[in-house]
């Protein structure tokens, strides 16, 4: 069975400063999908950034990017010029081509002004 | 793009009551939907995989007679909390999967929180 740790249930970063939020996953499968998702106190899911797992190159979203590190299967997420709408929970989920998505216990970020 | 609807957003009910949840992927075609249920402060966990004309699979431990799931379309999928009760109160979440060009992700929809009095 795969699983997701998430080892940092809250996180607090100074604005316009960068934050790093841990993910390790543990699985038996060589190609996956990893995931971070952001949900504000809006409820609502919001995609942030993606990774295949057969990509080295580690994926990037203006001020998102990750390191994904497949022997170690750690897939942390770098939030760069961190800003007040980042506040919110975010999830690091895995799946194997898109079905079964697993996701972390979350880490709260609060950004500070 | 990628947008996923849900209506309702929030629902009260009366215990023994049947409450009907619908999920619409509004610009894209899903052959599979998702059904997940979030409580305070934790993360969401999977009730169950709806696939477009056939069967819901559920996880284990999720009663299916309970959480009635149809996937009648490549648009729409709806969960009915059948006979409801207090300890359903939850904030229930549909997802769909866009399996579309470079795809295989799951867009959510924006939750229900339904409250069992």
């Known amino acids: 069975a795969q699983t997701v740790t998430q080892s940092q249930p809250e996180m607090s970063v100074q604005e316009a400063e960068t934050v790093t939020l841990s993910c390790t996953y543990d699985t038996s499968e060589n190609n996956y999908y990893l995931f971070w998702y952001k949900q504000p106190p809006s409820r609502q899911m919001i995609l942030v950034i993606r990774q295949e797992a057969y990509k080295q190159q580690n994926a990037t979203e203006n001020r998102f990017s990750v390191n994904f590190q497949k022997a170690a299967k750690s897939f942390s997420l770098k939030i760069s010029d961190s800003q007040l709408g980042d506040t919110a929970m975010y999830f690091c989920a895995f799946s194997i081509s898109g079905e079964d998505m697993r996701f972390g216990a979350g880490t709260r970020l609060t950004v500070k002004p | 793009g990628a947008v996923v609807s849900q209506h309702p957003s929030w629902v009260i009910c009366k215990s023994g009551t049947s409450v009907k949840i619908e999920c619409r992927s509004l610009?894209?075609?899903?052959?599979?939907m998702f059904w997940y249920r979030q409580f305070p402060k934790q993360s969401l966990m999977l009730m169950a995989t709806?696939?477009?004309?056939?069967?819901?699979?559920?996880e284990q431990g999720v009663e299916k007679d309970k959480f009635l799931i149809n996937h009648a379309s490549l648009t729409l999928s709806t969960l009915t909390v059948t006979s409801a009760h207090p300890e359903d109160s939850s904030f229930y979440i549909c997802?769909?999967?866009?399996?579309?060009?470079?795809?295989?992700?799951?867009?959510f929809g924006p939750g229900t929180r339904l409250t069992v009095l």
């Open positions: 610009d894209f075609q899903a052959t599979t």
């Open positions: 709806s696939n477009e004309g056939s069967k819901a699979t559920y």
């Open positions: 997802s769909a999967r866009d399996s579309s060009g470079a795809g295989d992700t799951q867009y």
